[in-house]
Protein backbone atom coordinates (compact mmCIF):
# COMPACT_ATOMS: atom_id res chain seq x y z
CA UNK A 1 0.00 0.00 0.00
CA UNK A 2 1.42 3.79 -1.01
CA UNK A 3 1.82 6.02 1.91
CA UNK A 4 -1.55 8.03 1.18
CA UNK A 5 -0.60 12.08 1.09
CA UNK A 6 3.32 12.10 0.66
CA UNK A 7 2.87 12.65 -3.59
CA UNK A 8 6.99 12.53 -3.86
CA UNK A 9 7.10 9.01 -2.76
CA UNK A 10 3.91 8.04 -4.75
CA UNK A 11 6.25 9.86 -7.63
CA UNK A 12 8.99 8.24 -7.20
CA UNK A 13 7.75 4.46 -7.42
CA UNK A 14 5.80 5.61 -10.77
CA UNK A 15 9.21 6.50 -12.20
CA UNK A 16 10.88 3.59 -10.63
CA UNK A 17 8.00 1.74 -12.51
CA UNK A 18 8.31 3.16 -15.75
CA UNK A 19 12.17 2.76 -15.68
CA UNK A 20 13.35 5.76 -14.89
CA UNK A 21 15.47 5.61 -11.75
CA UNK A 22 16.77 8.98 -12.13
CA UNK A 23 13.93 10.67 -11.72
CA UNK A 24 12.59 8.30 -9.10
CA UNK A 25 15.99 9.11 -6.74
CA UNK A 26 14.82 12.52 -7.27
CA UNK A 27 11.62 12.37 -5.90
CA UNK A 28 12.79 10.17 -3.23
CA UNK A 29 15.44 12.77 -2.35
CA UNK A 30 11.97 15.36 -1.80
CA UNK A 31 10.64 12.37 0.13
CA UNK A 32 13.51 11.90 2.94
CA UNK A 33 13.82 15.91 2.94
CA UNK A 34 10.00 16.43 3.94
CA UNK A 35 10.26 13.38 6.57
CA UNK A 36 13.83 11.80 7.54
CA UNK A 37 11.98 8.85 9.42
CA UNK A 38 9.95 7.30 6.82
CA UNK A 39 11.61 4.35 6.26
CA UNK A 40 10.52 3.59 2.76
CA UNK A 41 11.48 7.03 1.28
CA UNK A 42 14.63 5.88 2.12
CA UNK A 43 14.74 2.37 1.02
CA UNK A 44 13.30 3.06 -2.65
CA UNK A 45 16.04 5.80 -2.56
CA UNK A 46 18.76 2.99 -2.01
CA UNK A 47 17.20 0.82 -4.57
CA UNK A 48 16.76 3.65 -7.02
CA UNK A 49 21.08 4.62 -6.08
CA UNK A 50 21.69 0.72 -6.88
CA UNK A 51 19.78 0.91 -10.13
CA UNK A 52 21.39 3.85 -11.36
CA UNK A 53 25.09 1.92 -10.09
CA UNK A 54 25.96 4.38 -8.10
CA UNK A 55 26.90 2.02 -5.12
CA UNK A 56 28.44 4.22 -2.38
CA UNK A 57 25.45 6.41 -2.32
CA UNK A 58 23.27 3.51 -2.26
CA UNK A 59 24.96 1.70 1.04
CA UNK A 60 24.81 5.34 2.77
CA UNK A 61 21.36 5.72 2.47
CA UNK A 62 20.58 1.89 3.19
CA UNK A 63 22.05 2.86 6.45
CA UNK A 64 19.56 5.79 6.62
CA UNK A 65 17.00 3.29 5.76
CA UNK A 66 18.19 0.80 8.90
CA UNK A 67 18.34 3.92 11.55
CA UNK A 68 15.93 6.02 10.70
CA UNK A 69 13.99 4.56 12.84
CA UNK A 70 16.03 4.48 15.88
CA UNK A 71 17.58 7.87 16.57
CA UNK A 72 19.91 6.55 18.98
CA UNK A 73 21.53 4.80 16.41
CA UNK A 74 21.86 1.14 18.56
CA UNK A 75 22.03 -1.92 16.63
CA UNK A 76 19.15 -3.53 18.82
CA UNK A 77 16.81 -0.81 18.85
CA UNK A 78 16.80 -0.11 15.29
CA UNK A 79 16.10 -3.39 13.98
CA UNK A 80 12.66 -3.61 16.90
CA UNK A 81 11.47 -0.35 15.38
CA UNK A 82 11.34 -1.17 11.47
CA UNK A 83 8.29 -3.36 12.57
CA UNK A 84 6.74 -4.12 9.00
CA UNK A 85 9.65 -2.24 7.31
CA UNK A 86 12.08 -4.62 8.66
CA UNK A 87 12.00 -7.10 4.95
CA UNK A 88 12.19 -4.38 2.62
CA UNK A 89 15.31 -2.92 4.87
CA UNK A 90 17.21 -6.55 4.90
CA UNK A 91 16.46 -6.83 1.46
CA UNK A 92 17.93 -3.43 0.78
CA UNK A 93 21.13 -4.04 2.90
CA UNK A 94 20.97 -7.77 1.12
CA UNK A 95 21.19 -6.08 -2.62
CA UNK A 96 23.84 -3.62 -1.26
CA UNK A 97 25.82 -6.60 0.13
CA UNK A 98 26.01 -8.47 -2.72
CA UNK A 99 26.50 -5.63 -5.02
CA UNK A 100 29.92 -5.35 -2.94
CA UNK A 101 30.66 -9.02 -2.95
CA UNK A 102 30.72 -9.07 -6.89
CA UNK A 103 33.28 -6.02 -7.02
CA UNK A 104 36.15 -8.24 -5.50
CA UNK A 105 39.25 -6.72 -3.65
CA UNK A 106 40.16 -6.69 0.64
CA UNK A 107 37.92 -2.77 0.82
CA UNK A 108 34.82 -4.52 -1.26
CA UNK A 109 34.97 -7.55 0.46
CA UNK A 110 34.88 -5.81 3.88
CA UNK A 111 32.26 -3.66 2.81
CA UNK A 112 30.10 -6.63 2.27
CA UNK A 113 30.71 -8.17 5.15
CA UNK A 114 29.56 -5.29 7.10
CA UNK A 115 26.32 -4.63 5.02
CA UNK A 116 25.69 -8.97 5.34
CA UNK A 117 25.75 -8.14 9.23
CA UNK A 118 23.63 -5.50 9.32
CA UNK A 119 21.25 -7.67 6.71
CA UNK A 120 21.33 -10.51 9.17
CA UNK A 121 20.47 -8.38 12.47
CA UNK A 122 17.39 -6.62 11.03
CA UNK A 123 15.93 -9.90 9.63
CA UNK A 124 18.10 -13.32 9.19
CA UNK A 125 14.93 -15.19 8.38
CA UNK A 126 14.12 -13.37 4.85
CA UNK A 127 18.04 -15.26 3.85
CA UNK A 128 17.76 -17.79 1.33
CA UNK A 129 20.39 -20.17 1.28
CA UNK A 130 22.61 -18.76 -1.79
CA UNK A 131 22.58 -15.45 0.46
CA UNK A 132 23.05 -17.39 3.93
CA UNK A 133 26.26 -18.73 2.02
CA UNK A 134 27.66 -16.14 0.66
CA UNK A 135 27.37 -13.88 3.83
CA UNK A 136 28.66 -16.77 5.80
CA UNK A 137 32.40 -16.48 3.26
CA UNK A 138 31.99 -12.67 3.37
CA UNK A 139 31.95 -12.85 7.31
CA UNK A 140 34.81 -15.39 7.11
CA UNK A 141 36.94 -13.59 5.33
CA UNK A 142 36.98 -10.26 5.78
CA UNK A 143 34.81 -9.65 8.56
CA UNK A 144 37.38 -11.25 10.82
CA UNK A 145 39.47 -8.15 11.38
CA UNK A 146 36.13 -5.56 11.31
CA UNK A 147 35.00 -4.01 14.80
CA UNK A 148 31.86 -2.78 12.69
CA UNK A 149 30.97 -5.99 11.70
CA UNK A 150 30.84 -7.61 15.21
CA UNK A 151 29.20 -4.30 15.94
CA UNK A 152 26.67 -4.62 13.17
CA UNK A 153 25.68 -8.62 14.64
CA UNK A 154 25.56 -7.26 18.09
CA UNK A 155 28.63 -9.75 19.05
CA UNK A 156 32.21 -8.84 20.78
CA UNK A 157 34.80 -7.81 18.52
CA UNK A 158 36.37 -10.63 18.53
CA UNK A 159 37.88 -12.57 15.04
CA UNK A 160 37.04 -16.02 16.75
CA UNK A 161 33.52 -14.93 17.17
CA UNK A 162 33.02 -13.11 13.72
CA UNK A 163 35.06 -16.44 11.52
CA UNK A 164 32.18 -18.62 13.86
CA UNK A 165 29.17 -16.55 12.86
CA UNK A 166 30.36 -17.14 8.84
CA UNK A 167 30.74 -20.74 9.64
CA UNK A 168 27.15 -21.22 11.38
CA UNK A 169 26.37 -19.14 8.24
CA UNK A 170 27.55 -21.89 5.60
CA UNK A 171 25.82 -24.88 8.07
CA UNK A 172 22.79 -22.62 7.99
CA UNK A 173 22.77 -22.75 4.12
CA UNK A 174 23.25 -25.43 3.87
CA UNK A 175 20.14 -27.06 6.25
CA UNK A 176 18.16 -24.06 3.97
CA UNK A 177 18.98 -26.31 1.00
CA UNK A 178 18.05 -29.00 2.62
CA UNK A 179 14.96 -28.19 3.56
CA UNK A 180 15.11 -28.47 6.86
CA UNK A 181 14.39 -25.13 8.11
CA UNK A 182 10.94 -23.81 8.45
CA UNK A 183 9.83 -20.23 7.65
CA UNK A 184 10.32 -19.20 11.56
CA UNK A 185 9.54 -15.71 13.03
CA UNK A 186 6.49 -13.60 12.84
CA UNK A 187 4.92 -12.09 9.92
CA UNK A 188 6.09 -8.69 8.63
CA UNK A 189 4.72 -6.99 6.00
CA UNK A 190 6.65 -5.59 2.88
CA UNK A 191 7.22 -1.82 2.37
CA UNK A 192 5.76 -0.13 -0.39
CA UNK A 193 9.24 -0.54 -2.45
CA UNK A 194 8.84 0.64 -5.87
CA UNK A 195 11.73 0.41 -7.69
CA UNK A 196 12.53 -3.17 -7.39
CA UNK A 197 9.52 -5.00 -8.15
CA UNK A 198 7.44 -7.29 -6.50
CA UNK A 199 8.62 -9.28 -3.09
CA UNK A 200 9.55 -12.92 -3.36
CA UNK A 201 7.08 -13.15 -0.05
CA UNK A 202 4.87 -10.59 1.46
CA UNK A 203 5.54 -12.45 5.05
CA UNK A 204 9.46 -11.47 5.22
CA UNK A 205 9.91 -15.42 5.39
CA UNK A 206 12.19 -17.33 2.99
CA UNK A 207 10.53 -19.08 -0.05
CA UNK A 208 10.32 -22.52 0.45
CA UNK A 209 13.78 -24.41 -1.43
CA UNK A 210 14.07 -27.24 -3.31
CA UNK A 211 10.20 -28.60 -3.38
CA UNK A 212 9.75 -30.99 -5.81
CA UNK A 213 12.45 -33.45 -7.79
CA UNK A 214 11.83 -31.31 -10.92
CA UNK A 215 13.15 -28.18 -9.07
CA UNK A 216 16.38 -29.71 -8.29
CA UNK A 217 17.06 -30.85 -11.38
CA UNK A 218 15.99 -27.53 -12.81
CA UNK A 219 17.47 -24.96 -10.41
CA UNK A 220 20.41 -27.12 -8.69
CA UNK A 221 21.79 -29.73 -10.57
CA UNK A 222 20.99 -30.15 -14.01
CA UNK A 223 20.41 -33.59 -15.12
CA UNK A 224 22.68 -35.72 -13.51
CA UNK A 225 24.92 -38.16 -15.29
CA UNK A 226 25.09 -41.97 -14.30
CA UNK A 227 28.49 -41.55 -13.08
CA UNK A 228 26.50 -39.08 -10.35
CA UNK A 229 24.38 -41.56 -9.68
CA UNK A 230 26.87 -44.13 -9.28
CA UNK A 231 29.01 -41.73 -7.09
CA UNK A 232 26.24 -40.99 -4.55
CA UNK A 233 25.84 -44.90 -4.33
CA UNK A 234 29.33 -45.40 -3.27
CA UNK A 235 29.64 -42.97 -0.37
CA UNK A 236 26.51 -43.57 0.95
CA UNK A 237 27.46 -47.16 1.10
CA UNK A 238 31.14 -46.28 2.55
CA UNK A 239 29.30 -44.35 4.99
CA UNK A 240 26.87 -47.22 5.81
CA UNK A 241 29.74 -49.60 6.94
CA UNK A 242 31.03 -46.72 9.07
CA UNK A 243 28.15 -45.99 11.02
CA UNK A 244 28.04 -46.62 14.97
CA UNK A 245 24.35 -45.49 15.38
CA UNK A 246 22.09 -48.81 14.35
CA UNK A 247 19.46 -46.11 13.09
CA UNK A 248 22.04 -43.81 11.15
CA UNK A 249 23.63 -46.92 9.48
CA UNK A 250 19.61 -48.36 8.63
CA UNK A 251 18.96 -45.04 6.56
CA UNK A 252 22.50 -44.52 4.91
CA UNK A 253 21.93 -48.46 3.98
CA UNK A 254 17.87 -47.35 2.55
CA UNK A 255 19.34 -44.55 0.48
CA UNK A 256 21.96 -46.31 -1.17
CA UNK A 257 19.74 -48.69 -1.68
CA UNK A 258 17.82 -46.38 -3.90
CA UNK A 259 20.18 -45.51 -5.36
CA UNK A 260 21.35 -49.38 -6.81
CA UNK A 261 17.61 -49.60 -7.75
CA UNK A 262 17.34 -46.62 -10.18
CA UNK A 263 20.86 -47.48 -11.33
CA UNK A 264 19.83 -51.54 -12.38
CA UNK A 265 16.58 -49.46 -14.86
CA UNK A 266 19.56 -47.62 -16.74
CA UNK A 267 20.51 -49.25 -19.67
CA UNK A 268 24.67 -48.05 -19.92
CA UNK A 269 27.61 -49.29 -20.26
CA UNK A 270 31.70 -49.04 -19.02
CA UNK A 271 33.85 -48.22 -20.82
CA UNK A 272 37.25 -47.41 -18.83
CA UNK A 273 35.34 -47.15 -15.72
CA UNK A 274 33.12 -44.46 -17.42
CA UNK A 275 29.38 -44.91 -18.02
CA UNK A 276 28.45 -44.22 -22.04
CA UNK A 277 25.65 -44.91 -24.19
CA UNK A 278 22.25 -43.67 -24.02
CA UNK A 279 21.21 -43.60 -20.32
CA UNK A 280 24.69 -41.61 -19.59
CA UNK A 281 22.69 -38.84 -18.60
CA UNK A 282 19.33 -38.73 -17.28
CA UNK A 283 16.67 -36.18 -18.00
CA UNK A 284 13.66 -38.59 -16.72
CA UNK A 285 12.19 -37.12 -13.70
CA UNK A 286 10.08 -40.36 -13.19
CA UNK A 287 13.00 -42.36 -13.45
CA UNK A 288 14.89 -40.62 -10.80
CA UNK A 289 11.34 -40.31 -8.78
CA UNK A 290 12.77 -42.90 -6.16
CA UNK A 291 15.60 -40.04 -5.42
CA UNK A 292 13.13 -37.51 -5.03
CA UNK A 293 14.15 -37.09 -1.01
CA UNK A 294 17.95 -37.63 -1.49
CA UNK A 295 18.99 -35.89 -4.74
CA UNK A 296 20.74 -32.37 -3.89
CA UNK A 297 20.15 -32.27 -0.61
CA UNK A 298 22.68 -33.76 2.24
CA UNK A 299 21.93 -36.55 4.50
CA UNK A 300 25.38 -36.46 6.21
CA UNK A 301 28.13 -33.25 6.47
CA UNK A 302 30.59 -31.73 8.17
CA UNK A 303 29.84 -28.22 6.59
CA UNK A 304 30.57 -25.59 9.17
CA UNK A 305 32.96 -27.92 11.48
CA UNK A 306 35.39 -25.62 13.93
CA UNK A 307 39.31 -26.26 13.41
CA UNK A 308 40.11 -26.22 17.37
CA UNK A 309 44.12 -25.38 16.48
CA UNK A 310 45.17 -21.70 17.41
CA UNK A 311 48.15 -19.93 17.43
CA UNK A 312 51.60 -21.12 17.15
CA UNK A 313 51.10 -24.48 18.47
CA UNK A 314 52.34 -27.01 16.16
CA UNK A 315 48.96 -29.38 16.07
CA UNK A 316 47.09 -26.44 15.44
CA UNK A 317 48.39 -25.58 12.19
CA UNK A 318 46.74 -25.74 9.05
CA UNK A 319 49.90 -25.53 6.61
CA UNK A 320 53.05 -27.06 7.94
CA UNK A 321 55.43 -26.13 4.50
CA UNK A 322 57.31 -23.08 4.64
CA UNK A 323 56.20 -21.88 1.29
CA UNK A 324 58.36 -19.04 0.67
CA UNK A 325 60.82 -20.62 -1.48
CA UNK A 326 58.07 -21.97 -3.57
CA UNK A 327 56.65 -18.38 -4.00
CA UNK A 328 60.15 -16.98 -4.50
CA UNK A 329 60.99 -20.22 -7.19
CA UNK A 330 57.53 -19.27 -9.06
CA UNK A 331 58.23 -15.76 -9.05
CA UNK A 332 61.57 -15.95 -10.55
CA UNK A 333 60.02 -18.29 -13.27
CA UNK A 334 57.38 -15.77 -14.48
CA UNK A 335 59.77 -12.99 -14.13
CA UNK A 336 62.21 -14.70 -16.95
CA UNK A 337 59.06 -15.56 -18.97
CA UNK A 338 58.99 -19.16 -18.40
CA UNK A 339 55.74 -21.40 -17.28
CA UNK A 340 56.43 -21.68 -13.67
CA UNK A 341 55.93 -24.75 -12.60
CA UNK A 342 56.21 -25.18 -8.40
CA UNK A 343 56.34 -28.73 -6.49
CA UNK A 344 55.99 -28.64 -2.40
CA UNK A 345 55.21 -31.63 -0.64
CA UNK A 346 53.60 -31.53 2.77
CA UNK A 347 51.97 -28.54 2.78
CA UNK A 348 49.01 -29.39 5.14
CA UNK A 349 49.85 -30.29 8.46
CA UNK A 350 49.19 -34.23 9.06
CA UNK A 351 45.97 -33.12 11.64
CA UNK A 352 44.95 -30.47 8.84
CA UNK A 353 44.99 -33.16 5.95
CA UNK A 354 43.11 -35.84 8.28
CA UNK A 355 40.36 -33.41 9.08
CA UNK A 356 40.23 -32.49 5.13
CA UNK A 357 40.01 -36.36 3.77
CA UNK A 358 37.33 -36.84 6.77
CA UNK A 359 35.08 -33.93 5.51
CA UNK A 360 35.40 -34.75 1.39
CA UNK A 361 35.10 -38.31 2.22
CA UNK A 362 31.69 -38.02 4.91
CA UNK A 363 29.92 -35.33 3.22
CA UNK A 364 27.45 -35.83 0.80
CA UNK A 365 27.41 -32.38 -0.44
CA UNK A 366 28.92 -33.47 -4.05
CA UNK A 367 25.90 -31.77 -5.69
CA UNK A 368 26.77 -31.24 -9.17
CA UNK A 369 27.01 -34.49 -11.24
CA UNK A 370 25.80 -32.94 -14.63
CA UNK A 371 29.13 -32.47 -16.38
CA UNK A 372 30.71 -35.77 -18.61
CA UNK A 373 33.79 -36.98 -18.02
CA UNK A 374 33.33 -38.83 -14.92
CA UNK A 375 33.23 -34.86 -13.22
CA UNK A 376 31.29 -34.43 -9.63
CA UNK A 377 31.72 -31.25 -7.89
CA UNK A 378 31.30 -29.54 -4.49
CA UNK A 379 31.42 -25.92 -3.62
CA UNK A 380 32.56 -24.42 -0.77
CA UNK A 381 29.38 -21.94 -1.28
CA UNK A 382 26.95 -24.97 -1.05
CA UNK A 383 28.40 -26.94 1.54
CA UNK A 384 32.01 -27.37 1.13
CA UNK A 385 32.73 -25.04 3.98
CA UNK A 386 34.82 -25.57 7.27
CA UNK A 387 37.54 -24.13 8.74
CA UNK A 388 40.25 -26.06 8.26
CA UNK A 389 39.58 -25.83 4.61
CA UNK A 390 38.69 -21.61 4.74
CA UNK A 391 42.02 -21.52 6.29
CA UNK A 392 43.72 -22.28 3.21
CA UNK A 393 41.00 -22.23 0.36
Do not use: M
Not at 154 to 181: P, Q
Request: hydrophobic fraction near 45%; charged fraction near 25%.
Amino acid sequence: ALAVGDEHLEAGIVHGEQGRPDLAAEAFERAVSRDPTRIASWVNLAFARLALGQLKEASQVALKARFAAAPDGSAAGSAAALGRYRGAVAACLLSVAEEFDGGGGEVAGSQAALFFAHALAVDRQSLDSQQLASAGLALFFHGAHSEAVATALGATASILDVRREGLALLRGALERRRGSLGAGGGATQTAEVGVTGEPTSSTGAPPPELETLEDVLRSRLGAPRVHKLRFDRDQLEYLASRADDPEERRELAAAANAYRSVLAKINFKLEGGRAVGAGAQISDAALLEPLGSLLGRPLKTRTGEHWPGEGADVKGRVIAADLGPADAAWTSAWEAGRSPVVVVDGVLSPEALEAVRGQLLESTVWFDGAKPNGYVGAYVHDGLASEVLLRFA
